[in-house]
């Protein structure tokens, strides 16, 4: 799970850097980096505690069984996030406003393992899959995460108006 971790994190860093290079160097906007940062780190030493995922050596095809799973798993636990009894943990996040790349994992410790990795890796637990579509596969969740929080849409609009 290290390797999985330092590669969610060096996604995200440079999905950041490419997606967010006219993007205004705000202060809001680099707080979110660290905070990001911080939980990515936070992550990296308890990923030594999770066991590895399983690999299969001919099933190329878990891809968008992972990213359907995911999303429930994500619409879920972020729909619990909104509810008064854990919107605290939620609010960190909606407080970017406006919304930046590095805004996409900048929440609170519990809400980062839980709304964020746990729906993107419980998936690959249920469906095993081969090494190289995991791989693709963080890339890709990661990668989408960050692109959601800098363009003008869905996700930014609901940041901007859908608080507890």
């Known amino acids: 799970m290290l390797y999985y971790s330092l590669l969610g994190m060096a996604t995200y860093v440079l999905s950041c850097l490419y997606l967010g290079k006219n993007e205004k ?34 099933n190329f095809i878990p891809f968008f069984s992972w990213l359907f799973l995911s999303e429930i798993f994500f619409t879920v636990s ?13 609010k960190q996040h909606h407080l970017n406003n406006p919304s930046y790349t590095t805004s996409s994992f900048d929440a609170a410790v519990p809400e980062f393992l839980i709304g964020n990795i746990a729906t993107a890796i419980i998936p690959i637990y249920i469906i095993p899959g081969t090494f190289i579509m995991q791989v693709i ?9 960050v692109l959601s929080h800098c363009q003008e849409g869905a996700h930014t609009i609901h940041h901007k108006t859908h608080n507890y």
């Open 25 to 58: 160097n705000t202060p809001q906007k680099r707080r979110a980096f660290l905070n990001s940062i911080y939980n990515f780190m936070i992550l990296i030493v308890i990923s030594v505690f999770i066991p590895p995922f399983p690999i299969s050596k001919f």
């Open 78 to 90: 972020h729909r619990l996030f909104h509810t008064k009894y854990l919107y605290r943990y939620h």
């Open 137 to 145: 596969y963080i890339i890709f969740v990661v990668y989408n995460v």
